[in-house]
């Protein structure tokens, strides 16, 4: 603990460590208004709004960057102090339109609230206000300058929150402004942290702009269901649609980060073609029919092939909530009696597991990245596909000063804060780790990021080189999408079952169910295994539950429309492993969540699959995997609950081959990707990885 | 971008004058002594010093916005520079000033065909003791009237 010092504030006798700013300590008893002043941030010092009286200092200072002292004397609300705050604020409005009624920032304005307070509602300027048009610096970003206070925030989150650095300053006195980084337009992430950090109307998002008001939206907390990251964003909802997404209460375990997906990617929810009725073929097309239709006919099928012997294949979601898994899984493995269950796979998590074994405390979690002595990571385009993460080593770099190691085939952004950077094809990056072996044990602690090229073996090199270096190692398998980890939790695989335990008879993978060309069923939960490849077996009755009419829907027998990610509540379990829930913010009409479509055609089919609603669901999970027994107030107040699905052997043969990423970069999301206009139409899409561009899915 | 040698060892000598890591202080003589040369700082000089000086071109921008000595278009071969900050307009600045646009043809940031003269009204030169006082280039002329004027620009050949 640093030298504590003791301080007067207002009258009050406190104690607090030896150089702590001002504005900090003054946080307990007294809220010191600040525009520029922003926690986690280099100090500006340009609002004046923050300053306060200091006994001995002839002057006023500024507490955002005065750090206390012993015996200091401190007023926050001296006739002084006010005064100068009105005159502050006299002097932000001289040149600030008073266009609140149709600013986007109307009522939860910053400047708007420190008017109210302090009061400088009359001017003694009589100048004319200098307007400037506003101007559109991407599909995502609007700038007034007019209503700009020059606050700097958005020029420092751009740089050291997000480590792009794509905004400046320019001219001087009335005429500054911010400036993006390509003259008159930005190429930058379009994350919008800017935009949430504005504390004025300057910055707007095209995604909010002029669609509601701050108190007519409803706001729900929730998951992003993009990446594997598992960002907690909070929907802005007015009736059933989604009109803002952002963290602004810090919240989840990426407090304020979002990126462009997590913030304004939620727009394929109200796409023009998601699915809202369900669908039959007959005579060749795809037919809307109503849902007791639906369901009769898939139930009316999976009967008669059960009866008949015949043969299912049932693929799962890297998106579903796990109860959603758990249950298809269970439905799989009881009701229809198969093992051929299988999901898309995009980390090794399998072996890592494995090769941990016996090991406590070695799966890291988001916020062991950001405080780990030592980050590597390996074959992963970290801040493409994992864009929270990549922020916890910027911020760790920052902060701490961790050292961090790259080991990627081309190369990335880590690079540029990276002690050492090496390049090393897919499946070479062992060799590559080897040979920073003593720069990794003289970090003092690590935690390794292991892409999906890294699998099988090289898993368990990778261990062992840790186990070797003689510090604390944790690891993160990385994987893809929003419940990649959940899903091989839940046991939506061919050969294990919930909690890693091995079935006796395994089933087909996704490949083998593709490629049998004697299928009967195919049953896909909001996955597309038809985009690229063909299904063998031409007859197969094909149900697919999806958002979208995607390659695979526009093949299927029944389609059944399902819920987003945001309309239905669960839990989910990101890359790290840990867990947290899902809450419904919105409802499409004509839509099902996927655990209500099971739950339904259980009961078309008679068969008993226990209770289909969530909570009971969850509560089996809880009591029979281990490591889910996680606690529930952690859950129901939004918290991550960590979770370690297996402390022993999984005794399976891993097939390295089913496990690949499918190269999503910070622009693209697979399905959901396809049907969000905002990622769609911003100029970086789709983005590169390693440096390369991707092709456009 | 390349320069002339003389212009490459000045760079070189700037670049020693700062502590390690503080190279990008060399920042505005880099874009001073760049635009004397190259004519105006124009995006490609501004790319080579961002280069050179690890920065990023946005910041080369900001710098460029805030310092009006440097231009992003060429001026003319005589930069006539009139000041009329207080002290210069209680003596005759501001007359001073509407004279030169008369007699240039030109106002505030605007370069003659040819590009032989260009004219700018500036803030506090520092040469408030002669006031008025007008800045040609980098020379000074002090206690500045109208006649006076005529002949410095004569002699600008």
């Not at chain 1, 300058?145 to 606050?151: N, S, T, V």
């Not at chain 1, 929730?222 to 803002?244: A, Q, Y």
């Not at chain 1, 990385?478 to 909690?499: F, K, Q, Y």
């Not at chain 1, 910070?666 to 969000?676: D, E, H, N, P, V």
Request: one cysteine or more; charged letters at 20%; aromatic letters at 6%.
């Amino acid at each position: 603990m640093a030298d504590q010092v003791t301080l007067t504030i207002n009258g009050k006798q406190v104690t607090a460590p030896a150089g702590q700013l001002l504005i900090e300590t003054c946080k307990a008893m007294a809220e010191i208004p600040a525009f520029c002043y922003y926690e986690g941030m280099s100090l500006q010092a340009a609002c004046r709004m923050c300053l306060v009286e200091v006994e001995k200092f002839p002057k006023l200072q500024t507490a955002c960057t005065l750090p206390v002292a012993e015996g200091m004397v401190v007023q926050t609300e001296s006739e002084a102090v006010v005064k100068a705050r009105k005159t502050t604020l006299e002097f932000l409005l001289s040149n600030h339109p008073l266009d609140c009624p149709v600013c986007d920032k109307g009522g939860e304005c910053e400047l708007q609230d420190m008017v109210f307070k302090y009061g400088a509602g009359e001017s003694r300027f009589t100048e004319v206000k200098q307007h400037v048009p506003e101007k559109q610096w991407s599909p995502v970003v609007f700038y007034d300058g007019p209503r700009c206070i020059l606050c700097y925030r958005c020029i420092r989150v751009c740089d050291e929150g997000m480590g792009v650095g794509a905004l400046g300053l320019t001219n001087r006195g009335i005429n500054s402004e911010i400036t993006p980084s390509h003259g008159d337009h930005l190429e930058c992430d379009e994350c919008g942290a800017c935009i949430d950090i504005c504390p004025v109307g300057a910055l707007t998002s095209g995604a909010y702009r002029y669609k509601t008001r701050p108190w007519e939206m409803e706001h729900t907390g929730t998951i992003c269901t993009h990446c594997g990251d598992g960002c907690k964003t909070t929907l802005g909802t007015r009736g059933d649609e989604i009109v803002r997404a952002n963290n602004r209460d810090r919240s989840g375990i990426n407090e304020e980060f979002l990126c462009i997906k997590g913030r304004y990617a939620f727009d394929f929810n109200h796409h023009p073609e998601r699915l809202q009725s369900p669908m039959i073929r007959l005579n060749g097309e795809l037919q809307p029919v109503s849902w007791t239709e639906a369901i009769k006919a898939v139930a009316a099928k999976f009967t008669e092939v059960k009866s008949k012997g015949g043969s299912f294949g049932v693929i799962g979601s890297t998106r579903s909530a796990n109860e959603e898994n758990y249950l298809l899984q269970k439905f799989a493995r009881q009701v229809l009696g198969t093992n051929n269950i299988d999901h898309p796979r995009s980390g090794d998590i399998v072996t890592l597991l494995d090769a941990l074994s016996g090991k406590t405390d070695a799966l890291a979690t988001v916020d062991d990245i950001y405080h780990a002595k030592g980050v590597l990571v390996v074959g992963s385009d970290l801040s493409q596909q994992h864009p929270l993460l990549a922020n916890q080593a910027r911020a760790n770099f920052r902060h701490h000063k961790a050292k961090v190691f790259t080991v990627t085939r081309g190369p990335v952004r880590e690079d540029d804060i990276a002690a050492a950077s090496v390049r090393a094809t897919e499946g070479q990056e062992i060799a590559a780790v080897e040979s920073l072996k003593d720069k990794l044990a003289a970090t003092g602690g690590l935690v390794v990021l292991i892409g999906a090229s890294v699998k099988g073996d090289d898993v368990r090199k990778l261990v062992a080189l840790g186990d070797s270096l003689g510090v604390p190692v944790k690891y993160i398998c990385l994987m893809d999408a929003s419940n990649s980890r959940g899903a091989m939790d839940m046991g939506v695989t061919p050969d294990l079952s919930p909690g890693y335990k091995p079935v006796d008879k395994p089933g087909k993978t996704m490949m083998q169910m593709l490629a049998d060309a004697s299928l009967d069923v195919l049953w896909v939960t909001g996955e597309n295994p038809l985009a690229g490849a063909e299904l063998a077996s031409k007859n197969a009755f094909l149900v697919v539950q999806d958002m979208f009419l995607t390659e695979t829907a526009k093949r299927a027998d029944v389609v059944l429309p399902s819920a987003s990610g945001y309309e239905k509540n669960g839990t989910i379990t990101n890359t790290c492993g840990q867990t947290q829930r899902l809450k419904k913010a919105v409802e499409m009409m004509g839509t099902k969540t996927d655990l209500a479509i099971m739950g339904l055609l259980a009961r078309a089919m008679a068969a008993n699959i226990g209770a289909s609603n969530v909570d009971a669901v969850f509560e089996e999970i809880r009591s029979t995997i281990r490591g889910y027994n996680v606690p529930l107030p952690v859950l129901m107040t939004g918290g991550a609950a960590h979770t370690m699905p297996v402390n022993g052997r999984v005794p399976v043969a891993v097939q390295a081959d089913l496990i690949s990423s499918k190269g999503d970069t910070l622009f693209t999301s697979g399905t959901l990707g396809r049907y969000s206009k905002t990622l769609n139409s911003v100029m970086e899409a789709p983005g590169k990885l390693y440096g390369q561009p991707v092709s456009k899915s | 971008m390349t320069f002339s040698p003389e212009l490459e060892k000045r760079f070189a000598d700037l670049l020693t004058h700062y502590p390690e890591g503080r190279q990008k202080a060399a920042l505005i003589p880099m874009l001073m002594y760049g635009q004397d040369e190259v004519g105006s700082v124009s995006p490609e000089l501004m790319a080579e010093v961002a280069k050179r000086l690890s920065i990023k071109v946005i910041e080369v921008e900001e710098v460029l916005g805030y310092y009006s000595m440097l231009h992003r278009k060429p001026m003319g071969k005589f930069h006539i520079q009139v000041c009329t900050n207080v002290a210069c307009m209680l003596v005759g600045g501001t007359e001073l000033y509407d004279h030169a646009c008369k007699k240039l043809g030109l106002t505030h940031l605007e370069t003659q065909k040819g590009g032989n003269f260009s004219l700018e009204e500036v803030e506090c030169i520092g040469a408030c003791s002669w006031a008025p006082a007008i800045q040609v280039n980098y020379d000074f002329h002090h206690h500045v009237t109208p006649e006076k004027l005529d002949t410095i620009l004569a002699g600008c050949k």
